[in-house]
């Protein structure tokens, strides 16, 4: 019996939104580059500055709760189905999916903009996934900018699946995931309270490892309905009172 295509039609909206936030941001950021400086679709910052970054920001999230929704729900359908994870499977799946047109793009930018682009040190992150690196210390090279979101996703990828055996099988997966999600928030906002826009408060707010675990967590609540859903209430009251 052939594994069925996973299609869930209910999504195709939410990627429509976010992949329209993302374009009309960058759209109005690029109106500097042809002298215009004087008209936002956004508006501005109590500095003057262009607030188009604000709708891509909330459109790259959706995307990266999206991701964490896809991968743990065919996480999961595999699990039901053979009662384990085939890690190596897993792997392979990403490497042939991603991998091919990646480093072709790569490839491609760097024969089309070799006289723009000083190479250095940062290639390397960029041939190994760690592109959000040169982004948040703001050495990207040119037409690659947009790949450090590709580099947090294959970053999450790299472990996500074996914490996901090792919840499901003690079935802790609601509880713990719930309590990393709140940590990660935690730490976002203590670091950009004592921190602010430090490599550190950067890396916190770039590598949105908790929006892909509350896709995670959604997939997890839909592909078991409302009994998790309730359980999930129990647990973040639960947190929320002891944080209070």
Known sequence: ?????????????????AALGVLFSHINLALLDFGIDNFSLFGYT?????K???????????FFV??????????????????????????????????PLYFFYVLLTLVVMWNQINIDF???YYLTFFANIPFIQEHGYMGMLHLWSIGVEEQFYLFWPLLFVFFIRRNIFI???SIIIMLFLIFRIMMWYFFPFSEIALFSSV??????????????LYYNKVKSLISLIHIWRSISVGVL
Not at 2 to 11: D, E, R
Not at 74 to 87: A, Q, V, Y
Not at 213 to 219: K, Q
Request: hydrophobic content about 45%; glycine content about 12%.
């Open 46 to 50: 109590n500095e003057g500055k262009l």
């Open 122 to 124: 940062n290639l390397v």
């Open 207 to 220: 590598n949105r490892f908790d929006c892909m675990l509350f896709g995670g967590l959604g997939a997890y």
């Open 175 to 177: 509880r713990i995931t």
């Open 66 to 99: 999206l991701s964490g929704f896809l991968i743990t729900y065919l996480l999961l359908k595999e699990f039901e189905k053979t009662n384990t994870i085939d890690i190596k499977k897993f792997y392979m799946r990403r490497i042939l999916r991603i991998w």
């Open 1 to 17: 019996m052939k594994n069925q295509i996973v299609f869930l039609p209910g999504l195709n909206g939410i990627r429509t939104i």
């Open 52 to 62: 188009g970054w604000m709708l891509g920001g909330h459109g790259v999230t959706m």
